[in-house]
């Protein structure tokens, strides 16, 4: 956790924290005031620019329920790391499927601007029955 003797890494910290927990609230008046409307995001090889993005993350069809656990989280100044791991229950099943991540945020006036990170999407669907268990060869 961010050292609590530089208030700017805390102020983030708990930005980045009040985040993740609008995907256990689908709260999505928290999610404007928190993430910028034009953030830029880094991810899944793509780079692309709006709100919409993180917001169709928090609200995927067929996922449900979804609990947070934080990791890790590192603050430092304009920047926030967090390993995180999302548990959901899966609409059709019933049953709970986990992914995890880790994301880097930058903040500017206590809203995330721009993030880069991954979060283990073959697993998810792994678990979900969607991807073989393995890979063959080609």
Same mark, same amino acid.
């Given at each position: 956790?961010?050292?609590?003797?530089?208030?700017?890494?805390?102020?983030?910290?708990?930005?980045?924290?009040?985040?993740?927990?609008?995907?256990?609230?689908?709260?999505?008046?928290?999610?404007?005031?928190?993430?910028?409307?034009?953030?830029?995001?880094?991810?899944?090889?793509?780079?692309?620019?709006?709100?919409?993005? !993180?917001?169709?993350?928090?609200?995927? !069809?067929?996922?449900?329920?979804?609990?947070?656990?934080?990791?890790?989280?590192?603050?430092?100044?304009?920047?926030?790391?967090?390993?995180?791991?999302?548990?959901?229950?899966?609409?059709?099943?019933?049953?709970?499927?986990?992914?995890?991540?880790?994301?880097?945020?930058?903040?500017?006036?206590?809203?995330?601007?721009?993030?880069?990170?991954?979060?283990?999407?073959?697993?998810?669907?792994?678990?979900?029955?969607?991807?073989?268990?393995?890979?063959?060869?080609?």
């Amino acid at each position: 956790m961010a050292d609590s003797r530089d208030p700017l890494s805390k102020l983030n910290a708990d930005v980045v924290l009040r985040y993740l927990r609008v995907f256990e609230t689908q709260d999505i008046d928290e999610l404007a005031a928190l993430v910028a409307e034009d953030v830029l995001v880094h991810g899944a090889g793509q780079h692309v620019r709006g709100r919409r993005y !993180p917001e169709g993350s928090i609200l995927t !069809p067929g996922l449900s329920n979804c609990r947070v656990q934080v990791n890790d989280l590192f603050a430092a100044e304009d920047r926030v790391t967090a390993a995180f791991t999302l548990t959901y229950t899966h609409d059709r099943t019933g049953r709970d499927l986990t992914m995890t991540g880790i994301k880097c945020y930058r903040l500017q006036e206590g809203r995330i601007v721009e993030f880069w990170g991954e979060t283990d999407l073959y697993g998810l669907l792994r678990q979900a029955g969607l991807v073989p268990e393995r890979i063959p060869p080609l």
